[in-house]
């Protein structure tokens, strides 16, 4: 079983539709990622969390907010999708514990037309 | 965290020698170097990790030299399966609050 679990894998979802992202991880860290990636292009970060009681935006958190709802599980939400959010969405975590190696989910193609 | 560039694209044929280098001019005294592997439709994974001189595991090897202003990537003998996007971080372990942001990598392509 995977150590960083993204629901769902695929969604094609309508412009206007509220979606959400889950992810969970098995690895007991304390931090959490929410990654974008366009097609060809690299990572961009979208929200991280230190902690369930600490959430920070990241480089493009416009159009998306998040929640912690515990150690093991965050969150991603578009609260009205637009067809540029169309990308490819990555979840991870890492702990200064243990050397804040990033460990990522499989990802979440999500396409809205 | 300390700004990364690296090569845009790199071309290699199979059981060549590839090395991918890493400029970080503004490294701090705590901070490691990272190179992460991300094929396509995939998360990046961890490849290897060092502070100096040079590390080496079962995938690559590290080379960092004195001043710790680059650092090189080194893969053995290439094959069509390493074709891949190699991103370089650097970051202290301990990060505050600070959070791993990815630049544009580098973009590896293997042929036979």
């Known amino acids: 079983d995977a150590d960083v679990t993204q629901t769902p894998r695929n969604r094609i979802t309508k412009t206007g539709k509220r979606i959400m992202l889950e992810c969970s991880q098995t690895?007991?860290?304390?931090?959490m990622y929410w990654y974008r990636q366009d097609p060809g292009l690299g990572l961009q970060l979208i929200y991280y969390s230190f902690d369930v009681k600490d959430i920070n935006k990241g480089e493009i958190s416009d159009g998306y907010s998040v929640s912690r709802q515990a150690q093991a599980k965050f969150s991603l939400s578009l609260e009205s999708a637009i067809p540029n959010q169309t990308a490819l969405y990555f979840c991870?975590?890492?702990?200064?514990?243990?050397?804040?190696?990033?460990?990522f989910g499989e990802g979440s193609w999500l396409t809205v037309v | 965290l300390a700004k990364t560039t690296q090569p845009i694209s790199m071309d290699s044929y199979e059981g060549q020698e590839v090395n991918i280098t890493c400029s970080h001019n503004n490294i701090a005294t705590n901070d490691y170097i990272t190179w992460y592997q991300q094929f396509p439709s995939q998360g990046p994974r961890f490849i290897i990790q060092g502070y100096k001189t040079k590390v080496t595991n079962e995938v690559a090897s590290l080379f960092i030299p004195a001043d710790r202003k680059s650092s090189t990537l080194s893969l053995p003998r290439v094959s069509l399966s390493d074709t891949a996007v190699y991103y370089c971080l650097v970051a202290s372990m301990d990060m505050g609050r600070r959070a791993l942001t990815f630049g544009s990598g580098t973009r590896l392509q293997v042929q036979p």
């Open positions: 690895k007991g860290h304390d931090r």
């Open positions: 991870a975590t890492s702990d200064p514990r243990y050397g804040n190696t990033i460990y």
